[in-house]
């Protein structure tokens, strides 16, 4: 029982951790969604695990430590992962390619939910740089989808 709320929340915390580490600022304006593309494989492996409660608390974490109102991420990260929970059992059976492009697809509606509600509060306006993570996060899923599914695997996480 401790095992598997223990690898899920590791994970969980790594993702946390690489999205605030500090990078250069050429290199920064291409960082994936490490939470979102965490919370999503577990989200479609484990969803009775990992639902619409876990995104927000972890939404509220990600404005904790990026330094953003309270909430914002939590909104998107809590829509993004409610539409992979009610669709979970059909993207299972995609392929991780196919699985990619709903992972941009998730991203880029996160990135427009942050944006919007960033800009009902300030004076932001949108740049085309802002969506480049979208592409990041399609990239990186395979190989996070590769080693989270062999540790759920191994540690037999059900």
Do not use: E
Not at 45 to 74: C, E, K, M, Q
Not at 97 to 115: D, N, P
């Amino acid at each position: 029982m401790r095992k598997r709320h223990s690898v899920i929340v590791s994970s969980l915390i790594i993702a946390l951790v690489l999205q605030i580490v500090p990078l250069p600022i050429q290199v920064d304006l291409y960082r994936p969604d490490w939470v979102l593309v965490v919370l999503s494989y577990w989200c479609m492996a484990l969803p009775h695990r990992v639902n619409v409660g876990i995104a927000f608390v972890t939404g509220i974490a990600v404005d904790i430590l990026v330094g953003t109102t309270l909430g914002i991420h939590s909104l998107g990260l809590s829509i993004c992962v409610y539409i992979l929970a009610a669709n979970y059992q059909r993207l299972r059976n995609y392929s991780v390619w196919q699985q990619a492009i709903v992972i941009g697809l998730l991203s880029s509606l996160y990135h427009l939910l942050t944006f919007w509600v960033q800009h009902l509060l300030t004076d932001i306006y949108f740049q085309v740089d802002y969506l480049w993570p979208v592409l990041t996060s399609m990239v990186i899923w395979p190989w996070v989808f590769w080693l989270l599914r062999k540790t759920r695997r191994q540690l037999s996480i059900t």
